[in-house]
């Protein structure tokens, strides 16, 4: 018998997960299965790998040593799938992902018709969620991966960098901070905001920056909270209030003049959007693809 990847696959999310009935699911192999090929792995070894008790898997000394090994075993897959994904034009299938509401909404559509273009058997279904819906979605194998605006942390749980983003400080035609090529912020805080919900990835990012500024989010008016990009560009728009926001999401307006991008001298608000996915899950070659040609992508900044 010869060691092979997908064994040290099974082992190392029999090990993650904490049990092998978790593991068959996240693998969609059967419980059974499962089983077979991490005997199969201790006979290849001729040691036993893993202690099973009523609670909990745990690795014996031997486990422990090869998990580095396993786990080194899935980077080298997925930089192979990385590395060759861009020489591959013929593929199928259908990807399943989930985007946060500035990705999904203003983003996203304006990318795929072009990646439509170069991979025409792709079919991707989108789901527009915020981020915890879109991690409960992965946890239950429901989706491929994610695409969101902040960072997260599960343990189960893979984040990398996709694209990078800035928020622009966003004021309604004529205001008077429309009047200047830059403010500062000590000026732009002196006026009513209107803001998406407490939570939301743009609302973390502009706060976060804002008090390392010396500018703490408690101290700002806050006028509005709205559960949506549309509606916060539409209060703005309405004069209620000025606001944070991705340029992706009001070129539109901006090209109407309904509303207008103005640059804050003595701050940046940059971000990444980031792609997640399950740990003990390989990503279908579609999804690497996908993920590479977004990062090929340049976001109006």
Sequence with gaps: MALNFHQLHIFYTVAERGSFSAAAQSLHMTQPAVTMQIQSLEEYFGCKLLIRSTKRIELTEAGQALMPFAVRSLELMRE??????????????????GASLTIGEYVL????????????????ILKVMNTSQIMEYILQHQL???LVE??????????????????????PAGHVLDRQDGVLLEEVVRHPFVLREKGSGTRQVMEGEMGRRGAPPNDLTVVMELGSTGAVKSAVEAGFGITMLSPSSVKHEVALGLLRTVDIIDASFKRQFFSIHLKSKLLPISAVTFLNFLREQKLPL
Excluded: C, W
């Excluded at 799938?81 to 593929?91: G, P, V």
């Excluded at 997260?152 to 749980?157: C, E, G, K, L, T």
């Design 80 to 97: 192979t799938d990385a590395a060759m994904s861009r020489f591959t034009h013929k593929l199928e299938g259908r990807l399943q992902l």
């Design 109 to 124: 559509p304006r990318l795929l018709g072009p990646f439509g273009s170069q991979y025409p058997h792709i079919q991707i």
């Design 144 to 146: 491929n991966f994610g």
């Design 150 to 171: 902040a960072p997260v942390d599960h343990p189960d749980i893979v984040m990398e960098p996709v694209m990078e983003d800035e928020l622009k400080l966003v004021v």
